[in-house]
């Protein structure tokens, strides 16, 4: 089992930055794909951006792509999401995911722990 806590959301102008932090708990998950999603409200969870160990690599979807940027610090358990260039559409609950399995993955039910989310506001 591993258990995640996100960190970090909170309200934001537009054009503004913010950070958030995943800290893993439990058993070691440093050979786990980790991820990022978040949910806005009446829509469907999407992906973020995941890093996975082997490479190690990183993917962001497009959204994400050139304003986000996924790090990992395996001493520490974590991975952190630098948000830079927040605009209102980025208002949603961000989570946390962890995926045991190998391969790439860019679907919620090829994650099997989640964190809690943490909110995150982007006032325009």
């Known amino acids: 089992q591993v258990q995640l806590v996100e960190s970090g959301g909170g309200l934001v102008q537009a054009g503004g930055s913010l950070r958030l932090s995943c800290a893993a708990a439990?058993?070691?998950?440093?050979?786990?794909?980790m991820a990022w999603f978040r949910q806005a409200p009446g829509k469907e969870r999407e992906f973020v951006a995941f890093h996975s160990p082997i490479g190690p690599k990183t993917y962001y979807a497009e959204s994400a792509k050139g304003r986000f940027t996924i790090s990992r610090d395996y001493a520490k358990s974590t991975i952190a999401l630098q948000m830079n260039g927040l605009n209102s559409e980025d208002t949603a609950v961000y989570y946390c995911a962890a995926n045991p399995g190998g391969g790439y993955s860019y679907t919620p039910s090829q994650y099997a722990y989640w964190g809690q989310g943490t909110q995150v506001t982007v006032s325009s």
């Open positions: 439990g058993q070691s998950s440093r050979n786990y794909i």
